[in-house]
């Protein structure tokens, strides 16, 4: 039996999770729809699994990751998300995420994948999609994945339409700093103003 945390901003999500987690023998030690308070949670708690979205509120789940990799008894972290991108897939490879499920799929084989991580198994079952109909886009790949964590956090606060000010108590940041981070976004993705980076976002299924 494992210990796991959810972390959702949407309570029918956290109770159908919690549903499949406890039905296969697991228990569900803490349920958090934002980062900060799940991150405080996991540092207490030490749960075995973390089972996270990634467009959350206050902290985002790629930050929450880059966090928990710096605690000595880390969870296991699966990241159940909407948006189904490669750039997203990617980033959490790069931060030791063990598995990827989209929220499109059938959350019921959630119940397999707790159990497939535990015995440390690493499971991104769709791979990674780059075909023909990307080519078009390939500059827009490499901006994106040139981007470091915390600019990606940045971004998604940004689309999510988070204010310069409630990005920065977020991420403990002064309002300076996060201005830079949107004049140095702005100029990696190759855009003028917010609506474009909106617009970039949404044509990377980020939002």
Same mark, same amino acid.
């Given at each position: ?6 972390? &959702? !901003? ?29 991150? /405080? *949670? ?20 790629? !930050? ?11 969870? +296991? ?8 991108? &490669? ?6 490879? *790069? ?15 959630? +119940? ?5 991580? %535990? ?12 075909? #023909?109909? *990307?080519?078009?886009?390939? !500059? &827009?790949?490499?901006?994106? *994945? /040139? ?7 940045? %971004? ?8 310069? +000010? +409630?990005? #920065? #108590? ?38």
């Amino acid at each position: 039996m494992a210990s796991i945390i959810i972390v &959702d !901003d949407h309570p029918a999500i956290r109770m159908a999770v919690k549903m499949i987690a406890t039905s296969g023998g697991h228990e569900v030690i803490g349920e958090y729809d934002n980062g900060v308070d799940a991150l /405080a *949670q996991i540092r207490q708690l030490v749960p075995d699994i973390l089972i996270l979205d990634i467009n959350i509120p206050r902290i985002d789940g790629l !930050d929450v990751v880059k966090r928990i990799n710096e605690l000595e008894c880390r969870p +296991k972290v699966i990241v159940l998300s909407a948006h189904d991108s &490669d750039h997203i897939k990617t980033r959490c490879i *790069q931060l030791g995420v063990c598995s990827f499920i989209s929220k499109m799929e059938d959350l019921g084989k959630l +119940k397999e994948v707790i159990d497939r991580v %535990l015995s440390g198994y690493v499971i991104f079952e769709h791979g990674l999609r780059f075909d #023909a109909s *990307q080519t078009a886009h390939v !500059d &827009d790949n490499s901006a994106l *994945q /040139a981007l470091s964590t915390r600019e990606m956090s940045v %971004l998604l606060a940004l689309v999510r339409g988070e204010s310069n +000010k +409630k990005i #920065a #108590a977020d991420l403990i940041l002064s309002e300076k700093t996060i201005s830079t981070y949107k004049t140095r976004l702005m100029n990696k993705l190759n855009v003028s103003n917010i609506v474009d980076l909106i617009n970039f976002a949404k044509r990377h299924n980020l939002v």
